[in-house]
């Protein structure tokens, strides 16, 4: 597409993004650049369980294509032929990478993306409704936006789907089911934003429309099928 044509889409779909009913968030990658705080919680909780596990960038990004940081876990684990851990010890382990992301997030905090705020604001003062469909947890998105948006950051959302609460994760559509069960609204009243294949299948297995806005781990996915595909939301003139 010649970027005058993607300049065209990119301005024209500002008025279909504006017209939505509901906006739909996907948090990790989407609202901030969250996945090397991820790794990093991650690799200090396999050193403090004295395991001799170390997941670099590459490791990663293959590793985020399973939806969960406890499936993670359990795939990276799974790659012997013994697996060495039980559930009770990967729900241990993955307490103790929570508490640690909590602890990063805290001290160094993680920025929204560019156009995030913008957008967030530009929505709230048209009277559309925002909500959150994510696979982390509610844990991890209220140590992320309390630092970002402020301790009264929930007030923004009217209501928040995170991962552990719904039987399937992404790329299922469930989290994005619940979110239009919540919000009492049809998929077709809603867009959807998100950073990665996995997600753009679940919302458009939910029939949400959905736009891309790439990320660090996600920029080669394939995202055939989305509404639009941006670099962030500071390219979409609100
Ligand atoms: C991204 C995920 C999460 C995070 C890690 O969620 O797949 O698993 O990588 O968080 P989304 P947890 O893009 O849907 O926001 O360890 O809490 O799973
Ligand atoms: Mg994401």
Redesign the pocket.
């Known amino acids: 597409m010649s970027q005058a044509l993607a300049a065209i889409r990119t301005a024209g779909m500002r008025d279909v993004i504006a017209s939505a009913r509901a906006l739909i968030f996907?948090?990790?990658?989407?609202l901030a650049e969250?996945?090397e705080v991820?790794r990093r919680a991650f690799n200090e909780a396999f050193a403090a369980a004295g395991l001799d596990w170390f997941w670099d960038r590459v490791t990663y990004g293959r590793l985020?294509r399973v939806?969960?940081?406890?499936e993670?876990i359990r795939a990276f684990d799974q790659r012997n032929a013994v697996p060495s851990l039980t559930f009770a010890d990967i729900a241990d382990l993955?307490r103790i990478?929570?508490g640690r992301?909590a602890a990063l997030i805290a001290s160094g905090g993680c920025p929204l993306r560019p156009g995030v705020r913008a957008c967030l604001g530009s929505a709230r003062s048209r009277g559309q409704r925002l909500a959150i469909a994510?696979?982390?947890?509610h844990g991890?998105i209220d140590a992320l936006l309390a630092v970002a948006l402020g301790p009264e950051w929930a007030s923004l959302f009217e209501t928040i789907v995170a991962?552990d609460d719904v039987p399937r994760?992404?790329p299922a559509p469930d989290v994005y089911l619940e979110v239009l069960a919540r919000l009492g609204l049809g998929p077709a009243d809603c867009i959807a934003i998100e950073?990665?294949g996995n997600?753009l299948m679940a919302a458009s297995r939910a029939g949400i429309p959905a736009v891309i806005t790439r990320s660090a781990y996600f920029g080669e996915d394939d995202v055939t099928g989305a509404l639009l595909v941006v670099g962030d939301l500071s390219e979409i003139d609100y």
């Open positions: 996907d948090v990790d990658g989407t969250t996945e991820h985020l939806a969960g940081g406890k993670r993955h990478k929570t992301y994510t696979t982390t947890s991890n991962g994760k992404k950073d990665s997600g």
